[in-house]
């Protein structure tokens, strides 16, 4: 049979490009995103390469649409084997192009952990149960080199979306090890500067490169790794 997935925020960029890879080996993918007609506009453009990928909608931001989602999988499908918490805002470079810590804003701080950290942990917490029916699993949360407090020694930017993603990787950790008798396994990703709508296009990378670690994650083996930051395959430290 084949294994099911769902990608948040997949209309465009990293998590388009994750859905079309994983349908390309042969998943059954489901294409998620806030607005429904850039969804399925997205979804018609896999179809039409003969991809099986199915839209639904999703805001992150939305406990009931989390709700939603939980609810059609579960009757549609009874089980889910493959979630990839994909959705992410990055405000402040509009509004602190500096990355000032001092000038940091709480309010931009509470719009973005709202899509990029209480999404996926809501994801996590109506969906894993559906991975536990079968004792099957895969879950990646999409960080970011501004999430790795060792980065943040480096870097001067974007401060606020850095504490959401350096947050993402805790709920990972957390979920990891609640599941570590189970064949669940979650990661978080550091895809790297990739030229999507966020990356902007002096990013360094292709859709295709960042998508390469995430797809990797998404199809591990069983007995893989979990509670891990992985950046090119690679384990990366927080
Ligand atoms: N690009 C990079 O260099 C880079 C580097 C490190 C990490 N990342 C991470 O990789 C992920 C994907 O980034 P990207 O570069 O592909 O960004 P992108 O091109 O800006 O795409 C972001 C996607 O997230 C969706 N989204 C935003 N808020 C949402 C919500 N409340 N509910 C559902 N979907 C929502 C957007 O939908 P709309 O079209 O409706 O806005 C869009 O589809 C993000 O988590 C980002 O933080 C990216």
Redo the contacts with the bound molecule.
């Keep these: 049979m084949k294994k099911l997935a769902v990608v948040?925020?997949?209309?465009?960029?990293?998590?388009f490009e994750t859905c079309r890879q994983l349908a390309q080996r042969d998943i059954q993918v489901i294409l998620t995103?806030?607005?429904r007609v850039?969804g399925q506009t997205a979804v018609d453009k896999l179809q039409a390469e003969k991809l099986d990928v199915k839209y639904h909608p999703?805001?992150?931001?939305n406990p009931e649409s989390i709700e939603s989602l939980s609810q059609f999988i579960s009757k549609e499908f009874g089980h889910l084997d493959i979630l990839v918490n994909?959705?992410?805002?990055?405000t402040d470079w509009v509004e602190n192009p500096d990355g000032d810590i001092f000038k940091a804003k709480v309010d931009t701080l509470r719009e973005t952990i709202e899509?990029?950290v209480y999404?996926p942990l809501q994801l996590c917490q109506q969906l894993i149960p559906l991975m536990k029916v079968q004792n099957y699993g895969r879950v990646v949360n999409?960080s970011?080199s501004l999430g790795k407090l060792s980065s943040n020694m480096d870097f001067t930017v974007f401060p606020t979306y850095g504490i959401t993603k350096t947050a993402v990787n805790a709920v990972t950790v957390l979920f990891a090890n609640a599941l570590k008798d189970t064949n669940i396994l979650i990661n978080s990703v550091?895809?790297?500067?990739?030229q999507?709508?966020?990356?902007g296009p002096h990013?360094i990378r292709t859709i295709a490169e960042?998508v390469d670690t995430i797809v990797w994650l998404a199809t591990l083996p069983d007995g893989g790794p979990t509670g891990g930051f992985f950046q090119d395959k690679n384990l990366i430290t927080w």
């Design positions: 948040t925020g997949a209309n465009r960029g990293l998590g995103s806030r607005d850039k999703l805001d992150v931001t994909n959705a992410g805002i990055l899509t990029n999404g999409l970011s550091n895809p790297g500067w990739v999507t709508d966020m990356g990013a960042g």
